[in-house]
Every structure is written in structure tokens, then in C-alpha cells.
């Protein structure tokens, strides 16, 4: 393995500790939060990468990206960035949300056909959230 997958490959379970530490702070407070997964293009790293965080209902999913917990998706992705090394300018550019009702209306439930088609297009789904 060469030296820079092998990087990759530290900073890949390094970010995956820090973004279930988040995962789980957040589930207790969050109203329908379900999970979140993150997706990183490491030759445009720190700038590509996205972290999904995804709902069980589209209702809860507007609710938190409209109210107080839109903040807190924010500062537990920023925490979990920081805890790892990663320095962005903007953590709203970082962050998008979705849920289980948007992937199964739109992709039969198949997450990685859902997240796989938002890196090759570069699509935010969710609006900025």
C-alpha cells in the first residue's frame, strides 16, 4: 500500500470513530435521526467531503433542518472534524440531510445507488443540509 492510501486509509477510520461518536450523541436528542454516512473524493479532500445525515421520516427531517437541531447536526459534524484534524471554512458546505421515505420513493431503499449517484453528479440533496 502505498503512502498516501495508506493516509487515506488512517484518516477513513479515524473520521468513521469520530462520526459514530456523533452519530450516537445525536440520536437521543435529535427527533428521528437514524444514521449518517460520510463520502470523500480524497483527491479534492477536505473540499468533497459530505456528511449524510439521514431521518427516519421527511417530516423529521424538515423539522431538524428548519429548527435548533440543524445547528446541532452542524456542530457535532464540526466537532467530529476537528477531533480528527480536518480544518473546513464553511461546515454548512459539509453537511446535507435526507431520509428513508426520499431513498425508497427514489431509489427503491438502495443507498449506495443513492449516495454513489450524489458523487458523480455533486449533488446536495436536502438543500444545503
Given amino acids: 500500500m502505498n503512502s498516501s492510501k495508506r493516509t487515506h486509509a488512517g484518516i477513513e477510520r479515524e473520521l468513521a470513530r469520530a462520526l459514530t461518536w456523533a452519530c450516537e ?66 461546515i454548512t458546505r459539509h453537511v446535507e440531510s435526507d431520509s428513508e421515505e426520499r431513498c425508497k420513493a427514489a431509489h427503491g431503499g438502495d443507498w449506495d445507488l443513492r449516495l454513489s449517484s450524489r458523487q458523480r453528479s455533486g449533488g446536495r440533496h436536502g438543500k444545503g443540509h
Fill in 25 to 90: 450523541s445525536a440520536k437521543s436528542g435529535i427527533v428521528g435521526f437514524d444514521w449518517l454516512t460520510h463520502r470523500v473524493d480524497y483527491q479534492r479532500f477536505p473540499d468533497s467531503l459530505v456528511v449524510t445525515w439521514v431521518f427516519d421520516t421527511e417530516k423529521n427531517r424538515s423539522a431538524a433542518i428548519s429548527g435548533p437541531d440543524c445547528s446541532r447536526m452542524h456542530d457535532f459534524t464540526l466537532a467530529a472534524f476537528e477531533d480528527v484534524g480536518i480544518t473546513v471554512a464553511d
